[in-house]
């Protein structure tokens, strides 16, 4: 009979890739942890890095002030976005909690703040009209328009838009953060920012109710913000909503007489805005009478 093999029964000539099979081990768990680690270090140093005209305290504070209630619409949860002077995505904040708004809003208010930041110029650099809203484009870009698939031109980066956990959504880290997300939207809810020297230092963005609605909370917001110096523009004032448009009996589409239209919601948004307009005046900053609607 032959001895029994010492070590718990383990022969000896196993002994040895035990150990080493045990190092590696070791080896493997202290690389994926320090992978982990650099992985962590890079998104903070990008969060960081990431220039914006306000923090995501001033945006959500801002939001949470003026949303849902009193713009008109559905009185839904809001999203909003800020994209800085070069486009990038730099803040994003939601009014409820993380399913407490349209979730394809986000992407929509980064959109909007995208498009009216590429379609707006500093002071005096344009020509008559430095300023564009998100809804002084609908008319323009409806079937027999002069901006007619204007939506194409500028596609959203799908693999940024869609990208990153979703519990992050709406907070500091949210993955769209220091992204340049492009996109091209259409219809009310994006303004351009500008400080007090008419310099435009980005774009805003608001989501989640009818565009009508989405335009006065960017509007009330952007008060609230004290970044409201805007040049000149073709609503009145700035880059309001114009509400011009009318049925052709001939074809059936909705025409502006400006060219630059936006159909009514329905849902009491006109009314709303006439209220916020003259309390949120341009040029001016923050405005008390606009933070105590």
């Not at 002994?15 to 070791?26: A, G, L, N, V």
């Not at 959500?60 to 800085?84: S, Y």
């Not at 114009?242 to 919601?265: K, L, N, R």
């Amino acid at each position: 009979m032959s001895a029994r093999p010492l070590n718990g029964g383990i022969p000896a000539r196993y002994r040895e890739t035990e150990t080493m099979i045990r190092s590696r081990r070791i080896f493997t768990s202290a690389v994926a942890a320090a992978i982990v680690s650099a992985v962590a270090f890079s998104a903070n140093a990008q969060m960081k890095s990431v220039n914006c005209p306000v923090s995501h305290t001033f945006l959500e504070t801002a939001l949470m002030a003026v949303a849902p209630d009193g713009n008109g619409g559905l009185n839904n949860n809001m999203w909003a976005t800020v994209v800085n002077r070069d486009g990038v995505v730099c803040n994003v904040a939601r009014t409820g909690g993380l399913n407490a708004q349209w979730p394809a809003s986000r992407v929509i208010s980064a959109q909007k703040a995208h498009t009216a930041w590429s379609l707006s110029l500093d002071i005096g650099t344009g020509g008559t009209v430095d300023t564009l809203s998100t809804a002084n484009l609908w008319a323009l870009t409806q079937p027999g328009g002069s901006l007619w698939e204007l939506t194409q031109s500028n596609p959203v980066n799908v693999d940024k838009a869609y990208n990153g956990n979703p519990k992050k959504f709406g907070t500091p880290s949210d993955p769209l953060r220091g992204t340049l997300l492009g996109g091209i939207n259409v219809f009310g809810g994006g303004l351009a920012l500008y400080d007090s020297s008419g310099t435009i230092v980005g774009g805003l963005g608001a989501s989640g109710d009818t565009s009508c609605a989405d335009h006065n909370v960017a509007w009330r917001v952007r008060d609230a913000l004290g970044l409201d110096f805007v040049p000149s523009g073709i609503g009145a004032p700035g880059d309001n909503i114009i509400y011009d448009t009318v049925v052709d009996a001939t074809t059936g589409h909705e025409v502006s007489a400006s060219g630059f239209g936006h159909p009514d919601c329905g849902f009491g948004e006109v009314a709303a805005n006439a209220v916020i307009v003259a309390a949120c005046t341009l040029n001016d900053g923050t405005s008390a009478a606009c933070s105590a609607l």
